[in-house]
C-alpha cells in the first residue's frame, strides 16, 4: 500500500531545504493550502448558491468582478492574515496593497501576490479555473513593509504555486527546487502528492493562444501560428489548438503534456494582459523550475523590471523549444516590439 504524503507532511519534510527559515515558510504553504481548500468548497458549488454572477463591481482592471473573486480574496487574505508569517498582500482584486497588521503578524517578513480566481468569468459555464500564488521575503528591515516590498523583479521569489480547480483541485508549487503537484482527497480533506518532481517536455505539440485576436497579434506571432499550422510530420505539424481561456488550465495542461501558451500585445493591449506581479512571474518561476522557458518574447520574464502593481505583459511560456522557436520568429518579424516593450 503506496505511503499518502499530505501537503503538510511534504512541506514539514522539505523544511530542511531552508536552514534559515524556522517554519515561517512552511507555516504561509500551509496557510494557503487551508486557503484552497475552502475556496474549492465554494467553486464546487457555485451553481448551487447565490455566489455567481457579476457583483456590480469592477476591479482596477476595469474587469467585473464576480462575486466568487471577492469570496476568494477575502479568504486568501483571511488566511494570510491569521497565520501571521504575511505582512502584506498583493491582490488582482484590490487596487492598493493590503497590509495585514494583525496582533500575530508584526514579525512577519514575506510578501504574498495573488491571483485569487483566474478565468473566473469562466465560472458560470463550470470550466477550470484557478489561484495563482507568488511568495517574497520582505527587503525592508524595519517599519511598515512597503510597495516597493512588492516590486520585486521575478527573480528573487522564494515560492509560487496555483491551484486549479478543475475535474479534481490541485495545488502546484515551487520553492525553488523543483515542482510538486498535490491532489485534493475530498474524503480525508488533504492536499495528497500525486505529481512528484513535474517536468515540463522540452518539445510539445499543443499551442495555445486566442486566435480570436490574430489580426492584432505582432507579425512574429502569426508567423508562428503559421509555423504551427504548416503540414510536416517528421516535426509533428500542424500542432493541435487548445484554449480554455483560463491561464491556469491553459498551464497545467502544457506542463503535463507538453505546449505553449501565448498572450502577446494585441492593438487593445499594447503592453499584454496578463499580470506580471500575480501571474507571469509565479507561472515563470513554477514553468523554469519545471525545466521550460518563459519569456515575453524577447526576454526573460523573471528578469522584468517590475514599476507597478498591476503591470502587464506579454507572455510565451511552456515547452522550452517551442518557446525558443516562437522567440526566434519574435526576433525576426517584430524586432520593433521589443524596443516598445522596453519603454512601456
Ligand atoms: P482572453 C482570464 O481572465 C485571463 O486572465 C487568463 O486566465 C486567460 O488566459 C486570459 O485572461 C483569457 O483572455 O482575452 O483570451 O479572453
Redesign the pocket.
Known sequence: MKRVMTLGQFIIEKQNDFPFAKGELSRLLRDIGIAAKIVNREVNKAGLVDILGDNGMTNVQG?SQKKLDLYANEQFIAALSSGGECCIVASEESDEIVRIDSAVSKNAKYIVAIDPL????NIDCNVAV?TIFSIYRRKSSEGPAQLADVLQKGVDQVAAGYVIYGSSTMMVYTTGKGVNGFTLDPSIGEFCLSHPDMKIPKDGTIYSI?E??YVHFPDGVKKYIKYCQVEDPSSSRPYTSR??????A?IHRSIIKGGI?I?PTTSGAPNG??RLVY?CNPMAFIIEQAGGRASNGFERILDLEVNSLHQRSAVFIGSENMVLKAEEMMREFSLEESEKLKAS
Open positions: 474587469e483566474d478565468g473566473s468569468s484557478g486566442n480570436g485576436n484554449y480554455i481561456g483560463s491561464m491556469v491553459d501558451f498572450y494582459k496578463i501571474e
